[in-house]
């Protein structure tokens, strides 16, 4: 049990062990306190930073005020602002600052900087930028002769004829990069750049500097920088899992398609981009619109053209030759000979839900690779990742077989049967129209087109 006493310590404590950096400094810009995490964002020790004044320990560049004086100076409370700056050793810094002075009596007695370390997200983008050097994949690459598949990779190949926005959509692991790859590659854009960048990776603060630019001075440490429209100009910029971006910074990039110009954070001078954009995201688009995770008005702009890359699961016919594939890139990289599955294992790969997908059934093929001895040639349940044996095991019965009529089936797979025969009912109810199909099944037109372009399902058929 602890006393009042002991409340300063346990708070000191608490507040080393917080995963944000905390720099306290008193009135006369001497460090009074300075946890853990600081030190390691910013490289230095504890005892070389408490009881030293700020800019005897770090530099700025000139012209540029550290948050922490500003907010000793002016009283200033800033949130989420972004700052570069150097330790004593001159190791560049970058963090995301929550700032505010430390008042009593009405008067400044110092100030507190709570810090997100993004240096590592900055050399990041810094090296994805350098080295952009274009797509490595065709549609050649893509593998799949499921019919599912034929028809997302010839949709994909129209696209390349014209310069719209495309929306790609698709789980986790199904190759939606692949494909904007290919698209790309298969335009009259291959010779410029392809510049990628997943929305999710980054914080929304550095982003926003990310894809327009930077303007000199927009923030402290900031430097003359063009972003990603400027750098894929003439070319692609694909942007994956666009629906994680802020509304705020989907508006913008929604003024950016339409108007084609964007403006440097901190600038005042608009500048004309040429850019193809492709996105792409692994939410079902009508229900990211209806939930507010994307604006409406981007996502009519996005998908002029909308590609829906389907599961594995949705095309288990293609396993074997995925297979042969990855078969063939891990013999070679691994120098071994490896030519099969076991009958076994061959059986539970068309068992199993693929949850992961194609990504998923490279990883355990490699994975299965590592645990072989040299001269083994076929691929045994004992190969298998641990977290797969136990499911290899099951009865060979239990096993999809795809001539078995009467096998169970995962419970998502006889759902979306069932919701594809729904739709073909209503719509030869209603002889093809899709508003009145929509209202019979309670369902929004918007979200029954969704579902018209994921089945493949056309309305037209329904109108004889």
């Given at each position: 049990m602890f006393t009042k006493e002991d409340a300063p310590e346990v708070l000191a404590t608490l507040v080393d062990h917080l995963d944000t950096g905390v720099h306290m400094i008193d009135a006369q810009a001497q460090t009074v306190y300075y946890n853990e995490k600081m030190a390691a964002i910013e490289g230095m020790?504890?005892?070389?930073?408490?009881?030293?004044?700020?800019?005897?320990?770090?530099?700025?560049?000139?012209?540029?005020?550290?948050?922490?004086?500003?907010?000793?100076?002016?009283?200033?409370?800033?949130?989420?602002?972004?700052?570069?700056?150097?330790?004593?050793?001159?190791?560049?810094?970058?963090?995301?600052?929550?700032?505010?002075?430390?008042?009593s009596g009405g008067r400044i007695i110092g100030a507190v900087e709570l810090a997100r370390d993004v240096t590592k997200?900055?050399?990041?983008?810094?090296?994805?930028?350098?080295?952009?050097?274009?797509?490595?994949?065709?549609?050649?690459?893509?593998?799949?002769?499921s019919t599912k598949m034929q028809e997302v990779i010839n949709d994909a190949k129209r696209s390349t004829r014209t310069t719209s926005s495309v929306l790609i959509v698709g789980e986790t692991g199904t190759g939606k990069e692949l494909f904007a790859q290919s698209i790309h590659t298969g335009s009259e854009r291959s010779r410029k750049p392809l510049i990628s960048q997943n929305c999710a990776a980054i914080p929304e603060q550095l982003l926003e500097s990310m894809l327009f630019g930077t303007k000199s001075g927009a923030f402290t440490g900031s430097k003359e920088r063009p972003g990603l429209f400027e750098e894929a100009h003439g070319g692609t910029l694909l942007l994956d899992e666009i629906n994680s971006l802020s509304p705020a910074l989907q508006a913008k990039l929604l003024r950016a398609i339409q108007e084609k110009v964007i403006r440097r954070v901190g600038g005042t001078k608009d500048i004309s981009v040429d850019v193809r954009i492709i996105a792409t995201m692994n939410q079902d688009p009508v229900e990211a619109v209806n939930e507010g995770f994307l604006r409406k008005d981007l996502y009519y702009r996005l998908s002029v053209v909308s590609l829906f890359v389907p599961p594995l699961r949705e095309r288990l016919s293609d396993i074997d030759e995925l297979v042969e594939g990855f078969l063939a890139k891990y013999n070679a990289l691994f120098r071994m000979d490896v030519t099969s599955l076991s009958p076994e294992v061959h059986s539970f790969f068309y068992q199993y839900d693929w949850p992961g997908n194609v990504r998923e059934l490279e990883h355990v093929i490699e994975g299965a690779l590592n645990f072989m001895e040299d001269g083994e040639k076929v691929i045994q349940q004992r190969h298998l990742p641990p977290q797969f044996q136990k499911q290899a095991s099951l009865p060979p019965k239990l096993a999809y077989e795809p001539e078995a009529v009467e096998a169970v089936r995962p419970l998502h797979e006889v759902l979306a049967d069932q919701e594809q025969a729904l739709i073909q009912r209503a719509l030869t109810e209603t002889k093809g129209n899709v508003s009145e199909a929509a209202e019979r099944l309670e369902l929004r037109r918007q979200s029954l087109q969704y579902r018209l372009q994921k089945y493949g399902i056309s309305p037209q058929q329904f109108r004889r």
């Open positions: 020790s504890r005892e070389e930073v408490i009881g030293s004044f700020l800019h005897d320990v770090f530099h700025f560049e000139m012209n540029d005020r550290s948050t922490l004086m500003r907010a000793l100076e002016s009283g200033e409370r800033r949130k989420g602002e972004r700052q570069t700056y150097y330790n004593a050793r001159r190791e560049a810094i970058t963090t995301i600052n929550d700032t505010f002075p430390v008042l997200v900055e050399k990041l983008i810094q090296k994805n930028l350098e080295n952009q050097s274009g797509p490595s994949f065709t549609f050649d690459s893509i593998t799949g002769s």
